[in-house]
């Protein structure tokens, strides 16, 4: 056997013994708004250097139709939540954060319309940045932040806002206990829909008639359980 198989065989027995939690993927968590301009802004994120994903900010307030970011009352409305997985293997704890805008545009001198986004904090396994504690680069190096409220604006693709690991490090992900496991020589047994479930104890209990769980109805009626 080569030495992928043996990590592939060795990864599935450990996924079928009692007990044992596999790695889970740190998890991160991005609030950021935006001001659209022919279009809503896009961000790409990295972390320790590395790619993560990216994201479209599709409620960003319309600077061609309404206002500006700064001038909205309520701007939770213009506000979004964005998750990744941050591969184990890419985990570092203390790695970097770093938020880009990749598609700046700008109306012209006197004009209204823009595209920019607007952080409001950073949440790595469950610690969160706020924005007044992130940091904003550019190629020059360190630059003074550039605040609305309580949201940290990066107004154009040469600018990146910057999370630094907090003191002792980001912490690790919880283990992942969801998956399911078996004991050898048995197969897990699928639970279905906990309705179904509540009807096959009924056909068990002696109820008359066909069991059915309503909460899988289709068209407006329910649809008969398959059988234990």
């Known amino acids: 056997m080569n030495g992928k198989n043996t990590m592939l065989a060795t990864a599935f027995a450990l996924a079928f013994i009692p007990g044992i939690a596999m790695a889970a993927p740190a998890r991160l968590v991005l609030v950021i708004g935006g001001e659209a301009y022919d279009g809503p802004p896009k961000f790409v994120v990295t972390f320790d250097g590395k790619p993560v994903g990216e994201g479209v900010v599709g ?13 909205a009352a309520d701007k939770s409305q213009y506000v979004e939540s964005f998750s990744f997985d941050i591969p184990e293997a ?5 790695g970097e954060i770093r938020i880009s805008l990749t598609n700046e545009a700008y109306g012209g001198d006197g004009s209204n319309r823009d595209r920019n986004l607007f952080v409001s904090s950073v949440t790595l396994n469950g610690v ?6 992130l940091a904003t680069v550019t ?7 550039q605040m609305v409220g ?35 020589g048995r197969q897990a047994r699928r639970t279905g829909h906990p309705g179904c479930r509540d009807a096959r104890r009924a056909r068990g209990a002696g109820s008359s008639g066909q069991a059915r769980c309503a909460s899988r109805a289709q068209g407006g009626r329910s649809q ?5």
């Open 59 to 71: 409620k960003a307030i319309d600077t061609g139709t309404d206002q500006r970011f700064a001038d």
């Open 90 to 94: 890419d985990f570092r704890p203390t």
């Open 224 to 228: 008969a359980c398959p059988a234990a």
């Open 139 to 145: 190629k020059a190096g360190l630059e003074p932040n």
């Open 128 to 133: 969160e940045i706020k924005a007044a504690n």
């Open 150 to 184: 309580d949201y940290l604006a990066i107004n154009d693709n040469t600018t990146q806002a910057v999370s630094l690991a907090p003191e002792g490090g980001w912490p690790e992900a919880a283990a992942d206990e969801s998956a399911p496991s078996a004991r050898p």
